[in-house]
Structures are given as structure tokens and as C-alpha cells.
T-cell receptor, first 115, second 113 residues
Framework: QQQVKQSPQSLIVQKGGISIINCAYE??????FPWYQQFPGKGPALLIA?????SEKKEGRFTISFNKSAKQFSLHIMDSQPGDSATYFC??????????????FGPGTSLSVIP | NAGVTQTPKFQVLKTGQSMTLQCAQD?????MYWYRQDPGMGLRLIYY???????DKGEVPNGYNVSRLNKREFSLRLESAAPSQTSVYFC????????????FGQGTRLTVV
């Protein structure tokens, strides 16, 4: 099972609000779960990432919450700003395994933060 | 720092034509990837290369071929383009290990008419 599911497909949040994007994975062997941010006309760029031995990671206004038993993880954007408007992808892959080097992405969430 | 460079940025092809998308990285990464991005479908893996000299199929390899020319370069070839291959194509690279961020190119917007 290689799929990574992501919801919602699109999200509209008012400035200052909290944006929450959820992901679920199937392959319990994955050991690295990054989030990527993509602005129109650009390639995705790493935003924040977590390993499954940690339940939460925070970097500024961005927090990943990880639930290993449920095979779910989520991105929270606190105090959302119009500059956060972008497409967000969750992903899953192996850190070191060479026989399975795929980086699998969720379908993406289009976030719009309105003033 | 160039990072990951893709050429061309835009391309229009007629059905049946062939072309090669070029990708080069200057970060000495082992792994390189080709993805296509379509509305509502996210990033779907076409092919990847875990190291120089090796390539493997991803989720949607049909209609594509790849070549890992050396450690720096990973090309994607469309032998006979079809309208279903209209998409934005991204090349990415990364190193396995603790610092494992994938770096993406700026993308190639391909239209097949």
C-alpha cells in the first residue's frame, strides 16, 4: 500500500484563523512524513517534516501532529496569513531504504486565506 | 545555487511527436524523480532513479521512458506524445538519510494538441 490520502481538497480560511489539513497513509514502514508548499508557477518546497517517533513538531506558525496508531498526520497553520495561500502536499517515504526510494505525495490541498 | 534545473519551461507538441525533458541537479544527490501534476491529482510519480545507472517505474510510467545519464542528469522522454500527457512535469532530487528534503525544479508545462 503506497497511497497517501489528503483532505480537504480545498480550504478557505479568514486571516488570523487556523488552517487544518489532514493526511492518512497505509504503509506502516514509512518513516518520514514531510509537508510541501507550492505557490503558483513554482515547484513544491519543503515546509516542515516529522518522523513517526515524535507526536508533534512545531516550526513557527506551522505544526505537524502525528498519530502513529491511527496512521494519520495533520498540518496546522496558526494565525493564517494571505501569504500562506498556496497548495499544500503531504508526503511519505523511507529515510534510508534503497530498495524502495519512492516519495509518495497526497493529492494536495488548495488553501486560500482571505483578508 | 542552481539546485534543480529543468528545460524547457514550456512546450507545445503535436500528437505523435517526440521530445525529451531535461533535468540536472548540482547538489550531488543520489535519487532523482519525475512527477506529473494535474489538477485534483496532485503529484504522481512517473519514474525514479535511486542511483546512477538504475531506474524504476512509478505510479504512471506508461508512455514515458527515462535515462539516468550520470549522477547529475535524469531525462524524461515522450516517444509519441498524446493529449493525455498534457501536464506540468516536475523533476526532483534528494539524498537518502537524515537530511532528506526533496528539491524540485521549476517545472515544464507541456501541452499536446
Amino acid at each position: 500500500q503506497q497511497q497517501v490520502k489528503q483532505s480537504p481538497q480545498s480550504l478557505i480560511v479568514q486571516k488570523g484563523g487556523i488552517s487544518i489539513i489532514n493526511c492518512a497513509y497505509e504503509n506502516t514502514a514509512f518513516d518520514y512524513f514531510p509537508w510541501y508548499q507550492q505557490f503558483p508557477g513554482k515547484g513544491p518546497a519543503l515546509l516542515i517534516a516529522i518522523r513517526p517517533d515524535v507526536s508533534e513538531k512545531k516550526e513557527g506558525r506551522f505544526t505537524i501532529s502525528f498519530n502513529k496508531s491511527a496512521k494519520q498526520f495533520s498540518l496546522h497553520i496558526m494565525d493564517s496569513q494571505p501569504g500562506d495561500s498556496a497548495t499544500y502536499f503531504c508526503a511519505a517515504h523511507f529515510l534510508l531504504k534503497t530498495s524502495y526510494d519512492k516519495v509518495i505525495f497526497g493529492p494536495g490541498t488548495s488553501l486560500s486565506v482571505i483578508p | 545555487n542552481a539546485g534543480v534545473t529543468q528545460t524547457p519551461k514550456f512546450q507545445v507538441l503535436k500528437t505523435g511527436q517526440s521530445m525529451t525533458l531535461q533535468c540536472a541537479q548540482d547538489m550531488n544527490h543520489n535519487s532523482m524523480y519525475w512527477y506529473r501534476q494535474d489538477p485534483g491529482m496532485g503529484l504522481r510519480l512517473i519514474y525514479y532513479s535511486a542511483s546512477e545507472g538504475t531506474t524504476d517505474k512509478g505510479e504512471v510510467p506508461n508512455g514515458y521512458n527515462v535515462s539516468r545519464l550520470n549522477k547529475r542528469e535524469f531525462s524524461l522522454r515522450l516517444e509519441s506524445a498524446a493529449p493525455s500527457q498534457t501536464s506540468v512535469y516536475f523533476c526532483a532530487s534528494r539524498n537518502r538519510g537524515l537530511n532528506t528534503e526533496a528539491f524540485f525544479g521549476q517545472g515544464t508545462r507541456l501541452t499536446v494538441v
